[in-house]
């Protein structure tokens, strides 16, 4: 058994072993690195066709040294965060090795199993020559709208082929000139070929700024100044995550958590999560994982490491954007053949929501013995829908799809807010009025879910109901995890409300489709998605009883809410 | 050429201008701020600058203030009611879902402006395209109205769903309000803003009815108190978004002057790159706590059309000036991972930098450069004598945890903070397609021609321009500031024939709500109304702003094939490449300028100078990174071309000039600094 067991230990160690940079230098080289990588970021929104770039930053953008470390990464989707080393090793291999680059080539690659992402995520990377030397990589991860699936968006696949098609690491561009021959396959392989021929023209825009701006940065220290400069920038990062594990005490820490079925059977799935601590360092060991599934719910190992990246640099990070420095610390265990390690074919389209689980039960599992280090359980899910079909007047096809806010877990700080998953901070969700301008909807609702959030000394934050009346004939996906297990507290705080997702027909029935593929709704029928609250920190009898009031004056709380949590407060009228 | 008084209400400081057009001087003057009351530090300064005969004399007071701004910060305004659509009660609480700190696990956005219990629904819809979904229940209005009575609310915000494309609601709500007794004031989300995104011009309508009221008292105070003082001119404030409004106008438009504090200087950078050519400059505002930059193009400073300000978003126009938090006071410290950073944290006006003997202990951007002799001997204008010895315990306290010396430490800081300026003007140049070398470099602020040296060398600018009494650029900007009025609608269309013709029906609507709006009485010499379209390719969401400069009429001439070049060939300046899709019109802009009478481009300065005892002073040269001896010139001596190491001192800056550097003045005393080496 124990050869399926497989270490990952996450952050490459120094290559120069010797520096005689300046610490100077070394904090301008840094910060350099990350406007560099900001530019990418601003390049790519501005230029991006998809919402889902430009709005919900569904996206990585970030520098690489040759040897595959992370110098850079502009704040987007932390779930991406640190996974793109895996991404550009693969997609290098694909064109047969570091000797087939060429100044100007841009590879396309979105092979599930090296982007750790479903095929939808497709990465171009560029190498980045310095004086006819390779000395780095930029790349960008994105979600296109649709990419050739069998559904634009599911949770019913059983193999990766189902899922889009794949660009194995092929040259998109080659001494900067476009290969037609493959732009036309992209082209043709989605069900929006202008959407995805902006978003294609956009993602190389962003790569090419920031091997403009990493150059500049080169040049102006050299290069061998500039790799030592970043021995000392990745020695730094280090040190921010490891005094960080220093405040905690060795130990084993243990947290479970559940995902609701696998997409294609019955049943929950439970899984456990062991996190050690030990001298400066954590282990995040996932191998008592369940079997690989049947259904798309397996995240392959890049997410699986890339769910211990973020999750530690939320919380150790200063705040900071990190490198690969701050990686150092942590190890992964995982087992092949695992919900967290599957092997291919396995299907893997929702992988990000078994790594969003992972998150919260990695921070369950700190809580467990140090309430005060982390929230209690958010709504847990990004509860995603994804909406398409084609306009009655012109029929042209459109599609659409955002991730909502839910409820945070109140924490030892004070009580939750009501933003996205922790795993998506930097996400925005698109205003009402602009979708009524894209999409043929209108928003009946977008409100605060009186009673949802968990109780406590410091209260979760409340769920919000989202409802959309079809103004023409749609079909959707939704994908909305956690409708069994309720948001937990922490501390002896209370449970907040699940998540669910319903179709309601015109005639006011309403049915429940938290996890459906393809699900046809008629004009006139709405979707409602029920986004939970956060569970509640600390023991409801210690909160202030005005601030139990306020939350009742507020219409947060109902009078019933306040008999069954906060007996011992009385309201007068 | 008209006489002006301009005063500029910072953070720390009072700044006073005064164009005097009798004898073509200028006295430039400064006093503390009053917090409290802001409007006392403004009538002392002016009282102390002119009589009650020679105030008479003047035709124009500008003005920048922070009220605005204070009231938001503080939170120090009405009590606001909201009235919103039945459903989206919760727009400004929700937000967009995202975070300011996306590494913060535990981050809270601030408290809503409006509580909730202060947020009542309307069952009412309009669709995007301006029908009507379902109408007005005048009854809930009137409950909704008493409530707001009962409650005392003061100002009512009412922000419904899609109400820019058809605001009849609204209209019809104001009327319902008042008639049912409501007394206070109302903002109406339309007339705030004709652009789309709830969440952005709800909020925009909510801060104008927070700090309508504290705006408006202050405004007439002031009024008062200046006519008092014999002041019969007219009243003009500074906007968020470039140029000046009247006293009237702001008083219905408060968060339009929002954010003025960094325009003024934008402002004047604008005015002196249109008296040189238009030529293209980016701009280096370093005060004692932020670096603000703006780049001006084609002789003006760049316009967003969202601002932020506390977190909240404010949909108006926005002089695009980017803030890092580094300038003079900014401290330095070891970050987590000991590595050295300067700012955002400030020593402020108090201790302020270690060096000025108030008890500050933490080194700061000004005791690392006077520690390496670029202060020259450290006499300020204001007496102030600098003291070598605190700076470098205060360099020590840092450098030595790291085994730095005083001496290393000091060159460290102004590194990292003139790499970090750097940046920043490299993120607005870029993003916008240009190449920063091809600028120049217009540095101004207390500590602007200090660090200005450096910056230019970052980026590999080759000339500096230092404006006389640079220190004072600000208020010297805001006395240039010509009336604007801007507006705009969303209006999504495919590009066209037919769809130019649409954009000049509304053109025509909103030059007509332009001149309502203006409230001016006085003389004025021409009205220039300009037009931009906000456009993209179909299916992108961000807009490129493409101005019409051929437009003079108010509406638009040029033919669709026009347009699309024009937009084709300013996307691929900004973005390197072109699409073959659909272009689309997302929002129609107007505006309407209407310039102040010219003022001159030089007058005599009435300005006290810090002494020198010396005539020159050994300092670090960052260019041969050893110490050398620097000329020690005074600004007003200057007359022949010379080349560095100098030290130049004037009564607000002093400006650091390294080798290889040539310092001449041009004809309107602005120092040219040339790079030699480039």
């Known amino acids: 058994m124990s050869e399926d067991l497989h270490h990952y230990k996450c952050g490459i160690d120094r290559i120069v072993k010797k520096t005689n940079v300046d610490p100077i230098t070394t904090q301008i080289v840094r910060n350099s690195l990350n406007s560099a990588a900001e530019q990418m970021k601003r390049a790519l929104c501005r230029t991006a066709m998809s919402p889902i770039i430009y709005e919900v930053l569904d996206f990585a953008a970030a520098i690489y040294d040759r040897d595959l470390r992370m110098l850079s990464q502009a704040p987007s989707l932390p779930l991406f965060m640190g996974t793109l080393n895996f991404c550009i090793e693969e997609a290098v291999k694909g064109v047969g090795g570091e000797e087939n680059l060429e100044e100007g080539d841009i590879i396309i690659y979105n092979s599930p199993y090296g982007t750790g992402s479903h095929p939808q995520d497709a990465a171009l990377v560029m190498p980045v020559f310095f004086e006819n030397e390779l000395i780095a990589y930029t790349a960008i991860k994105a979600h296109w709208l649709d990419i050739a699936g069998k559904e634009p968006y599911s949770t019913d696949t059983v193999d990766v082929f189902q899922e889009g098609t794949v660009y194995p690491g092929v040259k998109l561009y080659s001494k900067g000139n476009l290969v037609k021959d493959i732009y036309k396959m992209c082209i043709a392989n989605t069900r929006v070929p202008n959407s995805v021929a902006g978003d294609i023209n956009a993602q190389a825009i962003g790569v090419r700024t920031g091997e403009r701006a990493l150059k500049r940065v080169v040049a102006k220290y050299g290069l061998n100044k500039f790799r030592e400069a970043v021995e000392e920038i990745f020695d730094a990062g280090e040190k921010i995550v490891r005094n960080y594990l220093k405040e905690i005490p060795n130990g084993e820490y243990f947290g479970s958590g559940q995902l609701d079925n696998n997409g294609v059977e019955e049943g929950n799935i439970p899984f456990d999560v062991k996190v050690i601590i030990k001298d400066e360092s954590v282990v995040l060991d996932m191998s008592d994982a369940p079997p690989q599934q049947n259904g798309p719910v397996n995240c392959p190992l890049p997410s699986t490491v890339s769910t211990a990246r973020v999750a530690m640099s939320m919380l150790a990070g200063s705040n900071e954007a990190p490198n690969e420095g701050f990686f150092r610390p942590i190890e992964v265990i995982t087992k092949k053949g695992t919900l967290f390690h599957p092997l291919s074919p396995a299907p893997c389209f929702l992988y990000g929501w078994p790594a969003l689980q992972a998150m919260e039960v990695f921070y369950r599992a700190l809580g467990s013995k140090h309430p005060e280090k982390v929230p209690a359980s958010s709504g847990g899910c990004i509860n995603a829908v994804v909406y398409w079909g084609q306009r009655e007047d012109t029929g042209e096809p459109w599609a659409d799809g955002s991730p909502h806010p839910i409820g945070q877990g109140g924490s030892f700080y004070g009580d939750g807010a009501t933003c996205l998953h922790h795993a998506e901070s930097a996400t925005r969700f698109a205003p009402t009025e602009v979708w009524e301008n894209r999409n043929p909807w209108l928003v009946n609702r977008v409100e605060l879910i009186q009673d949802s959030c968990g109780a406590g000394e410091h209260r979760g934050g409340l769920g919000v109901n989202l409802e959309i009346e079809m103004l023409e004939d749609t079909f959707a996906t939704t994908v909305c995890e956690r409708t069994e297990l309720s948001p937990w507290g922490l501390n002896k705080g209370k449970e907040g409300l699940a998540n669910n997702c319903f179709l309601i027909n015109d005639e006011g029935e309403k049915k429940s489709i938290p996890k459906a593929t393809r699900v046809s709704i008629k004009k006139g029928s709405k979707v409602l998605i029920q986004n939970g609250g956060g569970g509640g920190y600390g023991s409801p009898s210690e909160r202030k009883k005005e601030k139990v009031l306020d939350d009742y004056k507020q219409q947060y709380i109902s009078r019933e809410y306040i008999k069954e949590y906060y007996p011992e407060v009385k309201l007068n009228d | ?678």
């Open chain 2, 1 to 678: 050429m008209a006489s002006r008084i301009g005063v500029d209400i910072g953070g720390t400081f009072t700044d006073f201008i005064l164009y005097n057009e009798k004898d073509n001087s200028i006295t430039i003057d400064k006093i503390p701020t009053t917090p409290e009351e802001p409007q006392k530090a403004v009538i002392e300064v002016v009282k102390r600058n002119l009589s009650s005969e020679t105030i008479k004399d003047i035709e124009f007071f500008l003005h920048g203030t922070t009220v605005g701004l204070n009231a938001l910060l503080e939170r120090k305004g009405s009590k606001v009611g909201m009235l919103c659509t039945k459903g989206f009660r919760d727009v400004i609480e929700i937000r967009r879902g995202d975070r300011d700190e996306m590494y913060n696990l535990f981050w809270q956005p601030s408290e809503p402006l409006v509580p909730r219990y202060l947020r009542l629904e309307l069952n009412e819809r309009m669709f995007a395209n301006g029908n009507i979904h379902t109408t007005l229940n005048e009854e809930e209005v009137k409950k909704a109205c008493k409530f707001f009575i009962e409650e005392g609310v003061s100002s009512i915000a009412v922000c419904l769903i899609n109400a820019y494309a058809n605001n009849e609601h609204e209209k019809k709500i104001e009327k319902l309000l008042r008639d049912f007794g409501f007394k206070g004031y109302i903002s109406l989300s339309s007339v705030v803003s004709g652009e789309y995104r709830e969440y952005e011009r709800t909020t925009t309508t909510v801060i104008d009815s927070f700090v309508k009221a504290r705006m408006s008292n202050y405004l007439n105070n002031l009024r008062d108190e200046l006519k008092k003082l014999g002041f019969e001119g007219n009243f003009l404030v500074t906007r968020s978004g470039s140029g000046s409004m009247t006293f009237d106008e702001a008083e219905e438009r408060p968060f339009e002057t929002i954010m003025s504090g960094p325009v003024a200087g934008a402002e004047g950078a604008g005015e002196l790159s249109r008296q040189k050519n238009n030529i293209n400059m980016v701009t280096a505002d370093v005060g004692g706590t932020s670096f603000d930059t703006c780049l001006i193009l084609d002789g003006r400073p760049q316009i967003q059309f969202e601002g932020k300000i506390v977190g909240l978003p404010v949909q108006s126009p926005w002089v695009d000036v980017r803030s890092i938090g580094a300038g003079g006071g900014s401290i330095a410290y070891l970050d987590d991972g000991n590595l050295l950073r300067s700012g955002p944290r400030s020593s402020g006006a108090q201790p302020g930098p270690a060096c000025y003997s108030r008890g500050g202990t933490e080194p700061t951007t000004t005791d690392a450069a006077f520690y390496l002799g670029m202060l020259g001997e450290g006499n300020l204008a204001s007496g102030l004598k600098l003291n070598r010895d605190l700076a470098e315990n205060a360099l020590n306290s840092v450098g030595s945890k790291i085994n730095l010396s005083a001496f290393d430490t000091a060159k460290g800081i102004l590194k990292i903070s003139s790499a970090n300026m750097a940046d920043a003007i490299r993120e607005i140049t870029i993003e916008q397609g240009i190449d920063p070398r091809e600028l120049k470099l217009l540095a101004f602020g207390g500590a602007g021609p200090l660090m200005s040296n450096l910056i230019a060398k970052e980026l590999d600018i080759k000339e500096i321009i230092i404006p006389p009494f640079s220190g004072n650029f600000s208020a010297w900007g805001l006395l240039g500031a010509d009336l604007l009025q801007m507006t705009a609608q969303t209006k999504i269309l495919r590009l066209n024939e037919k769809s130019i013709n649409e954009c000049n029906q509304i053109l025509e609507r909103l030059f007509k709500d332009l001149q309502e709006r203006q409230k001016i009485n006085f003389e004025i010499l021409e009205t220039i109304k300009e037009i931009s379209l906000d456009m993209r390719w179909m299916g992108q969401e961000h807009t490129i702003t493409l101005k019409l400069n051929n437009e003079k009429l108010g509406k638009i001439t040029s033919s669709e094939d026009d347009i699309k070049k024009m937009f084709v060939s300013e996307y691929e300046k900004t973005f390197g490449s072109k699409l073959d899709t659909i272009i689309e019109i997302v929002s129609i802009r107007a505006s309407l300028r209407v310039p102040l009478p010219r003022k001159t481009s030089r007058g005599l300065i009435n300005e006290e100078l810090s002494g020198s005892d010396q005539e020159s002073i050994k300092c670090y040269s960052f260019d041969s990174d050893s110490i050398e001896e620097f000329k020690i010139i005074q600004r007003n001596k200057i007359e022949e071309e010379f080349s560095g190491p100098a030290i130049i001192l004037e009564s607000t800056a002093v400006t650091y000039v390294d080798k290889n550097y040539t310092v001449k003045k041009d004809n309107s005393d602005h120092l040219i600094i040339t790079d030699t080496k480039i």
